[in-house]
């Protein structure tokens, strides 16, 4: 099994940027597909990106495509994702996601971490 843990969320400006990581620990990732959803107060959890074991292959959901990037570096066993142009209903409890195969739906995601808080402000 293994561990996510995610970082580098925080209060950030419309129109800034900001890069998430997630830690993984336990396992290797090279034979995990990865993926990014979040959740605001109040709404269910959404998908926001996903990628293939070997980052040739992303999904990202309408809202954000064009702005945010995600990426991993399996070396360092750790997943990203470099978020561009923010706007106010980017804010979300973001939670990194680790399955077995590419995909938008959450319940192929065995493995979740704790997440982590972004918050966009005028």
């Known amino acids: 099994q293994v561990q996510l843990v995610e970082s580098g969320g925080g209060l950030v400006q419309a129109g800034g940027s900001l890069r998430l990581s997630c830690a993984a620990s336990g396992r290797t990732i090279i034979n995990l597909y990865m993926g990014w959803f979040r959740q605001a107060p109040g709404k269910e959890r959404e998908f926001v990106a996903s990628?293939?074991?070997?980052?040739?292959?992303?999904y990202y959901e309408d809202s954000v495509k064009g702005r945010f990037t995600i990426s991993r570096d399996n070396g360092k066993n750790t997943l990203y994702l470099q978020m561009n142009n923010v706007k106010l209903e980017d804010s979300a409890v973001y939670y990194c996601?680790?399955?077995?195969?590419?995909?938008?739906?959450?319940?192929?995601?065995?493995?979740w971490g704790q997440g982590t808080q972004v918050t966009v402000s005028s």
């Open positions: 996601a680790a399955g077995g195969r590419l995909s938008r739906d959450e319940t192929d995601f065995g493995s």
């Open positions: 990628i293939n074991r070997f980052g040739t292959t992303t």
